[in-house]
């Protein structure tokens, strides 16, 4: 069944997405359904204990065992034991640790592989993991950050002296601005640790291609572009000599930005086998292997008058790296620390993070990675500061956000946003969500005692998007570049191979992609195939993350269309015998000016493109464009988002009653797409607030190492989700677009939050840690009650 | 994960299976809908050497009227049980409970049996057989035999079925025209019981005449409350229940996780027995 599509109109409109159908009738390819002659299967073993010395290690129990091919310990696998690389080193001073992908004499975090076995089969492998003989001598756990950093603790790397991985300073000038304030209030928030809980495990294939030396990696990756480059320094086979494929990857949220351990050792012993290797991750792994997100102590400090206007913001953190640090586990932070200030004015920002290492599973980028931090902080603090003033909380608001006259606007953390409209984002959730009635049906509450109390929440965030201008990476010493790749190939017949560098997993590029391309091209959307997350058919891109996909790929697709559409015009020219000057393109045919009967469709120059029979001098034959583009700036969406939450204060139970939110993405390729993008947003953003959250013991044990301890929401924990949006375009992007992958995730949790804490207020609470699970509620309750809020 | 290497059979009738569990020894099991038992598998925390699946024996699947009494064959999925009309009429406390286990996909899997005889103290039918005086018959290598409820949950997931034994099915008197509610505190929604309360009322003349209240997860084995039971003869309003249900959480012993510590499910306990007696009741 083809949908028919007016090209000139395909951007903008909600068609279903094309990936769809392969996706929901089981008809794709998974990393794990690749199945290759000749496969050994990986199992790994690892680590029961948080912290310990491997006294002793032996192996040899495995290789009896039936069906097992090989087995390997740090010391078997020696010069192979590549390190897992980390790209972003903060600061000049920072500790960097060896992270080999076997540990080496010491474990330092449940779930660090410590040997791998290898049988014809993963029945055979898993069993023969108990053959393998582990002696450990247990070291004191280092657990919190806290005491992590305090006097007299242990060492994560006893090499390295201390568990300081970093800090960073950004700002001066906040006690200048304190001291003029009538109004200080601080806080201290717990961004709790968070596991990306994708729906796909992880898995990774790696085979030597026989006829050339060449090794293929199928993996469930985001970013296989990037990992390829790790890969190649990593491991020492020549990066021409590796191609890494991304098949389709169910879901990643960040999770599947990495250069895993898995993924080195999987290729590297491929290699050394000279055979497939297949490693597929099972839950209980997933849940200590693969990297955690959030996990900051936050002390949050804002200064203002007694009119409410805010002076100063001051942001302390302590951010826990885990045990080691991975791609970017130092830099999650500082894509937050520019955020802080959200969408107000204000004269001083200091900022200071510390990166602490502790004895549990790595850190990284989660679902907006750095923002949600920041935007919980400030959200979350602006509505103390209500309180504190006895202001009504989006009047606060009101009175500092920039207003959407005052745009661009350089914020006091040194960004220039672009555009925006916080106004009419804002007056259109208050009226979606009927704010004065929820207002008033809360007094009434309060006024009768009701047990069920009414909070009302809000978030009014912004976020930075399109990773990234890459002088800007350059000046945060970020090793790589942030530019996106499109090359656009039409083919003789007329359909379009547009190749791209973004790599999607669960996006849904393809349809996206096309509908940009489309309505440039004036080629139908279903004649376009969206080429990508393969280096041997894509080979140059920078991947999906950072909600950049759109907005930097979006760019390049422009740009290799437009230089598309100027050769074409070209050949078109000649066999129109008329100059180019004349020659206008509408609809997906070349025209003359004046004279619309003389027309070249497109699909006719390629053809003439690809027989070369009859081109211009200096044309050569074939037609395709390609760009690569620089972002000049980011993009910053922003919206306003609101809960209405109901408490029992008698068991501290809190429902999501009601959840409106206004978004402004700008301008909007597939809104059915953005739309999809919001809600599974919010849903981890309120999951955050209400269900998440890793908890380790004091032994460093994960006590949330299964889905039945470790809650995540399902659609029946859900309300319907009230959405919409403004449009306000983006300036520095061609498109207009801006990027909407993390902002439901961003912008929820405060509202949820600032909901919660609305509801209580009365009872004397002024926080509650998150996730707000009911006997943390009660607790907060309770507290209170005695007098003891903070 | 990967479990074990196991045999498995599957007998058709009760003697079949009995006969299967002697042979098999001390390590072989029973296996119902497997929804607790593969987990345990899947997570080596258990490596029986013999699976012995009780999952198509007729005798154990179906509902039925004995007079008296609904007898519920031990392999009757919760599904089953949940929309069956004699149980909505006769029990409707396990029908309403059963509505709360888990998600429709473990609803079709999982059996009434199965979760009796794993017997988890988070489990939500265990607490509604001890609150309706359920009765269990058992086949084992010496016949069958019958045990009441408050002989059947011997501890922490342990019951009266010996390792040899098969739970055939469990007999719930009739008790129609009772008010039922089962009142589940969890965190999703399909998650387990912190606290469960299972209440079954019989109004007389706008007054409750009689109580039967079972509590989940607050001890190792289902508590009935049974001075809450005594203290609601006669109870003509809610303040009346919520003086009764000041004494839910005598008797208990709950244990602190990381949802809930023993303070708070003491609480919890009385709040929910509460509510639970006051839904019952229909006030
Ligand atoms: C994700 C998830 C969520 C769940 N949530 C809930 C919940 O909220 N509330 C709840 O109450 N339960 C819950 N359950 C458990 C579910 O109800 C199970 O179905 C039930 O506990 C066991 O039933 P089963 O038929 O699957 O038993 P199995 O898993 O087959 O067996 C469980 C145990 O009972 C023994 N056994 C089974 N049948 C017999 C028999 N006839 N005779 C002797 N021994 C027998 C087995 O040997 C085994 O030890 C959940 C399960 C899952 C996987």
């Given amino acids: ?790 | 994960m990967i479990p074990v290497a196991f045999d498995y059979v599957r007998p058709t009738s009760i003697d079949e299976a009995v006969a299967a569990l002697a042979a098999g020894g001390e390590d072989a099991k029973v296996m119902a809908g497997g929804q607790s038992l593969m987990p345990v598998l899947r997570l080596r925390l258990g490596a029986p050497s013999l699976i012995v699946d009780c999952s198509r024996i007729d005798e154990m699947i179906g509902i039925r009227d004995s007079g008296d009494a609904i007898v519920i064959g031990s392999a009757t999925t919760h599904h089953a049980v949940m929309h069956d009309s004699l149980v909505n009429e006769y029990v409707s406390l396990l029908a309403k409970a059963t509505a709360t286990v888990a998600d429709p996909q473990i609803r079709h899997r999982g059996t009434m049996g199965g979760s009796l005889a794993h017997a988890d103290p988070a489990g939500d039918l265990p607490a509604v057989a001890a609150a309706l005086d359920a009765t269990f018959t058992i086949a084992g290598p010496g016949g069958r035999r019958s045990v009441g409820a408050s002989d059947f949950f011997v501890d922490y997931f342990t019951t009266a079925v010996g390792d040899d034994e098969v739970l055939v099915n469990v007999s719930f008197p009739k008790r129609a025209g009772w008010g039922a509610h089962y009142e589940k505190f969890n965190r999703t929604a399909q998650a387990w019981a912190i606290v469960g309360v299972a209440a079954t009322v019989r109004m007389d003349g706008g007054r409750i005449a009689e109580a039967r209240i079972g509590l989940t997860n607050v001890a190792p084995m289902p508590v009935r409350a049974r001075s809450v039971e005594a203290a609601l003869a006669g109870a003509a309003d809610i303040a009346a229940v919520a003086a009764a249900a000041e004494s839910a959480a005598d008797g208990t012993s709950p244990t602190t996780d990381i949802h809930a510590d023993a303070e708070y499910r003491n609480h919890l306990t009385r709040v929910l027995t509460r509510r639970a007696v006051v839904k019952a009741a229909g006030w």
């Fill in chain 1, 1 to 790: 069944m083809t949908e028919v599509i007016d090209t000139a109109t395909a951007m903008g409109r909600p068609i279903r997405r094309k990936e769809d159908a392969r996706l929901l009738h089981g008809q794709t390819n998974w990393t794990d359904n690749i199945q290759l002659p000749g496969t050994l299967h990986m199992a790994i073993l690892r680590s029961p204990m948080a912290h310990a010395r491997i006294t002793n290690l032996d192996v040899s129990g495995a290789l009896k065992m039936p069906n097992v091919v090989a087995a390997f310990g740090a010391a078997e696998l020696g010069e192979l034991n590549g390190s897992v690389p980390c790209v972003w080193p903060v600061t000049d001073d920072i500790v960097m640790p060896a992270f080999p992908a076997l540990a080496v004499d010491k474990v330092r975090h449940v779930g660090d592989c410590i040997a791998v076995v290898l049988a014809t089969d993963a029945v055979h492998a898993a069993d023969a993991l108990e053959a393998i003989q582990v002696d450990y001598e247990p070291l004191p756990a280092v657990v919190s950050m806290e005491s992590a950093i305090s006097e007299g603790s242990a060492f994560v790397h006893d090499d390295k002296g201390t568990n300081t991985c970093y800090v960073y300073n950004l700002g001066g000038g906040y006690d200048e601005a304190a001291a003029k304030a009538d109004v200080i209030v601080k806080r201290r928030f717990i961004n709790q640790r968070l596991i990306p809980a994708f729906m796909e495990p992880r898995c990774v294939v790696a085979a030597p291609m026989g006829m050339s030396d060449e090794i293929t990696i199928w993996t469930s990756t985001q970013i296989p572009h990037v990992l390829r480059v790790l890969l190649a320094l990593v491991t020492g086979i020549p990066e021409n000599n590796l191609r890494v494929v991304a098949p389709d990857v169910g879901g990643g949220f960040g999770g599947k930005l990495q250069c895993y351990r898995e993924e080195i050792l999987v290729t590297q012993l491929a290699r050394k086998l000279g055979r497939p290797v297949k490693w597929t991750e099972t839950r209980s792994e997933d849940m200590v292997a693969t990297h955690h997100g959030r996990d900051q102590i936050q002390d949050i400090e804002i200064a203002a008058t007694s009119e409410g206007k805010m002076l100063g913001l001051k942001v302390t953190l302590l951010a826990n790296m885990g045990a080691y640090l991975q791609i970017i586990t130092p830099g999650v932070p500082l894509l937050g620390m520019f955020m802080y200030p959200g969408i107000y004015k204000m004269d001083a920002y200091d900022f200071k993070c510390t990166g602490v290492f502790t004895n549990t599973t790595p850190t990284d980028a989660y679902r907006g990675a750095g923002r949600p931090e920041s935007t919980y902080a400030i959200e979350r603090i602006v509505d103390e500061l209500a309180a504190e003033l006895g202001m009504e909380p989006m009047e606060l608001r009101k009175k500092n956000w920039i207003k959407h006259e005052e745009f661009p606007f350089t914020t006091v953390a040194g960004l220039t946003y672009d555009t925006g409209n916080y106004e009419a984002a804002t007056a259109r959730a208050l009226e979606l969500f009927d704010y004065d009635g929820l207002r008033a049906e809360q007094a009434e509450r309060r006024a009768s005692g009701d047990p069920v109390q009414l909070g009302i929440g809000i978030s009014t965030f912004t976020e930075m998007c399109g990773l990234a201008p890459s002088r800007t990476l350059g000046a945060l010493k970020y090793v790589a570049g942030g530019w996106e790749h499109c090359t656009i190939r039409l083919l003789p017949t007329g359909k379009v191979e547009l190749v791209t560098g973004t790599s999607p997993h669960g996006q849904g590029h393809e349809t996206a992609w096309s509908q940009i391309a489309s309505s440039i091209l004036g080629v139908p959307v279903e004649d376009i195939e969206v080429i990508h997350s393969d280096t041997g058919r894509s080979p140059y891109g920078m991947d999906t993350y950072g909600s950049r996909s759109l907005a930097v790929g979006g760019q390049a697709i422009k740009k290799a269309a437009d230089r598309l559409v100027e050769k074409a015009r070209v050949i078109a020219a000649h066999q129109l015998e008329c100059s180019v000057e004349d020659i206008e393109f509408v609809n997906g045919s070349f025209r003359v000016k004046g004279d619309p009967e003389k027309a070249q469709p497109l699909g006719a120059v390629a053809f003439e493109a690809f027989t070369g029979h009859n081109l211009p001098p200096g044309v050569e034959p074939t037609l395709s464009a390609e760009a690569t583009v620089d972002p000049e700036d980011f993009s910053y969406p922003h919206g306003t988002h609101l809960a209405a939450m109901e408490v029992d204060t008698e068991t501290g139970k809190v429902k999501l009653r009601k959840y409106v939110c206004v978004d402004d993405v700008g301008v909007q390729v597939n809104p059915m797409i953005v739309e999809g993008q919001v809600h599974g947003g919010l849903a981890q953003g309120i999951a955050q607030a209400l269900y998440e959250g890793v908890i380790y013991d004091e032994d460093g044990n994960l006590k949330t190492a299964s889905l039945a301890d470790y809650l995540l929401p399902s659609a029946m924990d859900l309300p319907s989700f009230i959405t919409d949006t403004t449009v306000t375009p983006s300036t520095t992007h061609p498109l207009g677009t801006k990027g909407v992958g993390e902002a439901g995730a961003i912008a929820s949790t405060p509202a949820i939050m600032n909901g919660i804490v609305d509801a209580l207020r009365p009872l004397g609470v002024n926080d509650v840690t998150m996730p707000a699970a009911p006997m943390t509620v009660w607790r907060a309750i309770q507290a209170a009650k005695a007098g003891g809020a903070a």
